[in-house]
């Protein structure tokens, strides 16, 4: 059987798992719709919560960039595990203590305002549909490598599979599907990840295998990456290349906006009762743990890999004609470029750019040796003390999904990898929708047009704008616009500088009002988007270039979250200093959620 | 309850959620990012410790973190008398 065939069947055994577990959790009431009917396990809402969370850019993009990152990539890391502990510690025992529908509901009736529900679900939308993109675009990435079909008609199959579970199931048949979805990814990440640690290493656990000596004979593996990457010019993979401070600043953003993202946060409005939605958040990050202590190891060793396959044993290079064909798969995808600086016909990796910015190709036209023709070379210089100037483009999207091939793994390791990537995109596209539907069905439409609408048609409400968010996800998935990568500052910077600060000072400070709420929530906004459009200029053209020498503090547009959150909680205290303390049912309301017991 | 059993298991709460922050905030901010140069002259096996924190080790305290605080409220929720039924 060829890889074609065997990813068609695994893919699509996996659908039909998804499929049939939507039938069987099929939503009856708006209870069920978004909160599950308020009955789910701990375990399984860890497992589900740790799917909806873990993404594409979890699955197929992280351990790239550790990968060429390195030491940088740790940011990463320890930012999208410790927003876990702020949730558990922070937010979500009182939230479900709260016990309703969705995360613009706490803030409205908290600050007793309609103006602080509205810019809640502002963000909330914004956020949502930012992220939703990246997953269409991974689901994307995947149909079109793996199962040779175009990208609209991949997106298409994954749409109608999403608006099936989630449309007809709800959160119910979301976090059932999700379960299965973890089962799937987690396996086909860290099962590739085996086999390579010991093939590399002799190691099986790929947490240890990053710390042991390669099977050569030739010392640590971190050692031996270390002398190999400064040797062709970069930074040691253990040293970083980022400033402390915005190793610092960018840690705090992801670690604050991830506890404030509302389609994680909603999770927690699932179990049964507080003590549950503390024991959830440890299951949660439990399940995250297995694969983001893998993925450094995957980063490692993929560098390693690449290096090796594409240098040679002699480190001068591979003749093109004699790459493995996975090199050829992906050069035609356009993620992989090769120009041939010094003419020797061998593809040569080092630091320094090999093209001018992304590589642009002449049609399909072919150069001597059958490589594609790229249209924008570099000058082609060594660099740092490198042997030779870099040829190589590689996209760092890639190095999951391309890493069972580069290490010569079996067909089904490889089929398993693209049925993984889908899962992660489709379970956390998921999430999202249902976040985007339900704050328009509940927040906006019975919240503040039509506060009598009945059960049956605030559901209908959730299936339709679920429908629409779908279509609208697909559209952004098939035209992704240019800014996709640079909107997920955005989200996080947002998560971070908005909805975390409120909700918490929703919790822990009596004396915080409306007024201090919404000019707080304001003005990190202002600030925080101000700051990314001024470097990244995302709808219009940056004001300055995105250097540290230009940044404030020396912090990047990344990390920016940091002092928007900050600015946020100073505005918000001077403010609500100087106006009348909040009415007294809301002071009662705040002793309420702070206690397990219902009074 | 008695408003004073609310106020004194809150209290508790919140010095517990300083614990707990504290040692949270050492092991990523302190250990992976502000004292990794230092760490990292301490090696055990193929790992220099600071890098070995930033990777991996963090991961491992906010996991055990986590759980324990759960535990801990769960006591403490006994203790006051303000746990669900």
């Known amino acids: 059987m060829d890889l074609k065939t065997l990813t068609y069947i695994v893919v699509g055994a996996s659908f039909l798992l998804y499929i049939g577990i939507a039938i069987w959790a099929k939503a009856r009431s708006t209870n069920d719709f978004y909160v599950a009917g308020g009955g789910v396990h701990p375990v399984a809402n860890g497992m589900a919560t740790a799917a909806d969370w873990m993404s594409a850019a979890s699955f197929i993009s992280m351990a790239g960039l550790i990968a060429f990152l390195g030491y940088g990539g740790s940011v990463y890391l320890m930012g999208w595990t410790g927003g876990y502990v702020l949730l558990a510690l922070l937010l979500a025992p009182y939230l479900r203590k709260f016990g309703k529908f969705t ?81 799937v990814l987690i396996f086909a990440y860290t099962v590739p990840a085996v086999f390579i640690a010991i093939e590399v290493t002799g190691v099986a656990l790929p947490q240890i295998a990053l710390g042991s000596e390669v099977v050569d004979g030739s010392g640590y593996l971190l050692d031996k990456l270390d002398k190999v990457v400064t040797d062709l010019g970069f930074t040691a993979y253990t040293q970083g290349t980022k400033s402390t401070i915005d190793m610092f600043a960018i840690t705090v953003a992801l670690m604050v906006g991830t506890a404030g993202l509302p389609h ?24 995250i743990t297995l694969l983001y202590t893998t993925a450094p190891a995957v980063g490692a060793l993929a560098r390693l890999n690449l290096i090796d396959t594409v240098n040679g044993a002699d480190g001068q290079g591979t003749a093109y004609t004699s790459m493995p064909s996975w090199f050829q798969t992906w050069e035609n995808s356009g993620l992989i470029a090769w120009y041939d600086h010094n003419g020797d016909g061998k593809v040569q990796y080092a630091a320094g750019k090999p093209m001018e910015g992304k590589p642009k190709f002449e049609g399909e036209t072919r150069g001597t040796h059958g490589e594609r023709v790229v249209t924008n070379p570099s000058k082609g210089e060594a660099v740092n003390g490198a042997p030779f100037a870099n040829e190589l483009h590689v996209d760092r999207d890639i190095m999951v999904l391309a890493n069972p091939e580069i290490a010569n793994l079996p067909m089904w390791v490889i089929a398993l990898i693209a049925a993984g990537g889908i899962a992660a995109a489709l379970s956390t596209a998921a999430g999202l929708l249902l976040v985007i539907s339900a704050s328009i069905s509940h927040d906006i439409v019975k919240g503040m047009l039509r506060p009598n609408i009945s059960e049956r048609n605030e559901l209908m409400v959730g299936r339709i704008s679920a429908a629409f968010a779908i279509l ?36 822990f400070n009596k004396r915080m009002n409306r007024e201090g709420a919404i ?39 990344e990390g920016i979250g940091f002092i928007g959150m900050l600015l946020n909680f100073l505005v918000a205290f001077v403010v609500s200093k100087v106006t009348s303390a909040p009415p007294e049912h809301i002071q009662h309301l705040v002793e309420d959620i702070r206690v397990p017991k219902a009074s | ?73 769960n006591q403490l929720d006994r203790q006051y008398n303000v746990h669900e039924d």
Request: aromatic share 18%; glycine share 10%.
């Open chain 1, 103 to 183: 995360v613009p509901e706490f803030i409205g009736e908290r600050y007793y305002s309609q103006t602080a529900r509205l810019v809640a679900v502002v963000c909330l939308i914004f956020i949502s549909f930012t992220y939703v993109a990246g997953q269409m675009r991974g689901v994307g990435i995947v149909f079109s490598r793996f199962l040779e079909v175009d990208i609209i008609t991949g997106l298409l199959i994954g749409m109608g599979v999403v608006f099936f579970y989630a449309v007809l199931g709800g959160m119910k048949g979301i976090t059932y599907t999700q379960v299965a979805q973890y089962c």
């Open chain 2, 1 to 73: 309850m008695s408003d004073d059993t609310k106020q004194a298991y809150w209290r508790a709460n919140l010095r517990l959620l300083a614990w707990c922050l504290s040692i949270w905030f050492v092991v990523s901010y302190g250990f992976g990012i502000l004292l990794v140069e230092q760490l990292n002259q301490i090696k055990i096996g193929g790992f220099m410790l600071g890098f070995w924190f930033a990777q991996q080790g963090s991961i491992y305290v906010f996991l055990l973190l986590i759980f324990f605080y759960s535990w801990r409220m």
């Open chain 1, 264 to 287: 994680v946060i909603v999770r927690f409005f699932t179990v049964p009762k507080v003590r549950d939605a503390r024991k959830s958040a440890g299951w949660a990050l439990l399940f």
């Open chain 1, 472 to 507: 609208i996800a697909g559209y952004l998935g098939a035209n992704p616009p240019a800014f996709v990568a640079q909107v997920v500052a955005f989200a996080f910077g947002l998560a971070a500088s908005s909805l975390f600060p409120v909700i918490l000072m929703g919790i």
């Open chain 1, 519 to 557: 000019s707080g929530m304001l003005v990190g906004l202002v600030f925080t988007i101000g700051y990314i459009l001024y470097f990244k200029g995302v709808f219009i053209t940056p004001m300055a270039a995105n250097i540290p020498e230009n940044w404030l503090f020396g912090i990047s547009p």
